[in-house]
């Protein structure tokens, strides 16, 4: 769709809209959210990460995850946020883990040493590859697939595990069923839930959730939600997972470029009305992609009923 084009409105369908109840209203706040942050790389992303964990630690998370990359220093990176994360904010937190050049034996020893710092939930991930692109490859005596590191960490400790789920198919899957029989493997092997990767229309999830429970999948499908405000940068991530944006997305970011404020308010709706439906349809978990940012996850966990909570008070 062009978006100078004009758009033709159904009139019966806009009389009954602007009769609807409003879609934010009465919400009693009983979802369970959950936040990704990435590990910060200088001290002024460690401030701004670690203000946007303060800031929505009042909304008691079930869990905060870390995520996690090839390569010594950003393993290290995600362990102490991970730890400063349980020590100092009191927040359950989730390392990811990969199988991305490393041995059996060094991957054990990662989840190990999560294990003695306190943490009990891994986000694991077979990983990519480091160029973009690449096709994934294992290292020789590494864990080959995320069905294998899930099972490799339900021999060091007794961990909660979440893996990826991907509501429109893994780029390098051949077919959708393959896919999803690829997610009942990593079920099966001992994960306790999947979250998806992001997505922008609320049917998208509705289909791949019925579909993964017509394969046998029981575990809990937690919606990943990423607000927008950047439509070039989503288009990045959306080809490195598979993920379709929809047309009608430029168009409402269309002439915000040098109106960043703006581009906030549009990016908060859009997401929290994909939220409000997915609520509709049952949904009661939500997972958000926060990119290190508290304001647009915080103002859509309001929008769904959730309220902070005073300090003491009782998750």
């Excluded at 989730?94 to 986000?123: F, N």
Aim: aromatic letters at 8%; charged letters at 25%; proline letters at 7%.
């Amino acid at each position: 769709m062009n978006a100078s084009s004009p758009v033709q409105l159904d009139p019966v369908q806009e009389k009954r809209t602007a009769h609807d109840t409003p879609l934010f209203s009465g919400l009693p706040g009983d979802c369970e959210v959950s936040f990704e942050f990435f590990p910060p790389k200088s001290e002024k992303m460690e401030a701004q990460l670690w203000d946007a964990v303060q800031e929505l630690k009042p909304l008691a998370p079930k869990f905060v995850s870390v995520t996690y990359g090839a390569g010594g220093s950003t393993r290290e990176r995600t362990h102490a946020t991970v730890a400063r994360i349980i020590a100092e904010a009191g927040i359950p937190a989730a390392a990811h883990l990969t199988c991305v050049d490393a041995t059996r034996a060094e991957t054990q020893k990662i989840a190990e040493q999560y294990w003695e710092a306190g943490v009990r939930h891994i986000v694991a991930l077979r990983g990519d590859a480091g160029e973009p692109g690449a096709p994934f490859t294992p290292h020789p005596e590494g864990y080959a697939s995320a069905e294998e590191l899930v099972r490799g960490l339900k021999e060091v400790a007794d961990f909660e595990i979440s893996v990826a789920a991907y509501p429109e198919t893994h780029p390098d899957a051949d077919c959708p069923e393959s896919d999803l029989d690829n997610l009942k493997r990593k079920i099966d092997a001992g994960a306790t839930r999947a979250i998806t990767q992001f997505f922008f229309a609320p049917e998208t999830f509705f289909e791949f959730d019925a579909q993964a429970k017509a394969c046998g999948i029981d575990a809990p499908i937690v919606p990943g939600i990423l607000p927008v405000t950047n439509v070039a940068q989503a288009r990045k991530f959306a080809g490195l997972c598979g993920a379709v944006i929809p047309d009608w997305m430029d168009g409402l970011f269309d002439g915000l470029d040098a109106r960043p404020a703006a581009r906030q308010l549009v990016a908060a709706t859009v997401a929290a009305e994909l939220c409000r439906r997915l609520y509709a349809g049952g949904v009661r978990q939500f997972h958000f992609y926060t990119l290190n940012r508290a304001d647009l996850a915080y103002a859509i966990c309001h929008l769904l009923g959730l309220r902070a909570k005073a300090q003491g008070d009782a998750a």
